[in-house]
């Protein structure tokens, strides 16, 4: 099923789920979600290994298999990864739009918390 509001990307319909924010995932899924969005914004290398190995240099150990292929594709599921194949082994796994907003918003969030507690400054 297609979201007939997509822009440009074949992202799943999740109409029926409009509330869903960060709060909603675990750290590792938004974890996951920020990986993604560099390895693409970088080299567009998003197949599970790479993020695997990305997740990796972030948490200084090894990311088990079993922890990261259900949370991709429950990120899948929650219409914020599409998954598609690059080879009969290999899946690539890009944000949709609703992802990329996602993290923005979390961003803007975390943004206005550390201005408010004085951390940051408030300069546009």
Same mark, same amino acid.
């Given at each position: ?5 997509s822009?440009?990307?074949n992202t *799943? ?6 509330n ?11 974890e996951?979600?920020?990986?993604? /969005?560099?390895l693409?914004?970088?080299?567009g290398?998003c197949?599970g290994?790479?993020i695997k ?8 150990h090894?990311i088990?298999?079993?922890r990261?292929y *259900?949370?991709?594709?429950?990120l899948?599921? /929650? ?5 598609s ?11 949709? /739009? ?10 803007d969030s975390?943004?206005?918390?550390l201005? /408010?507690a ?5 300069g546009?």
């Amino acid at each position: 099923m297609s979201n007939s509001r997509s822009t440009g990307i074949n992202t *799943p319909d999740t109409t029926a789920d409009t509330n869903r924010n960060d709060t909603d995932l675990t750290a590792f899924q938004r974890e996951c979600l920020r990986v993604i /969005a560099v390895l693409d914004a970088e080299a567009g290398d998003c197949y599970g290994l790479a993020i695997k190995r990305a997740l990796e240099g972030r948490y200084g150990h090894e990311i088990n298999h079993g922890r990261l292929y *259900p949370n991709l594709d429950d990120l899948q599921e /929650a219409g914020l990864v599409e998954k598609s194949a690059l080879d009969k082994r290999t899946n690539e796994y890009l944000l949709t /739009a609703r992802g990329r907003g996602l993290l923005a918003d979390a961003f803007d969030s975390f943004h206005d918390d550390l201005v /408010a507690a004085g951390i940051l400054g408030g300069g546009e």
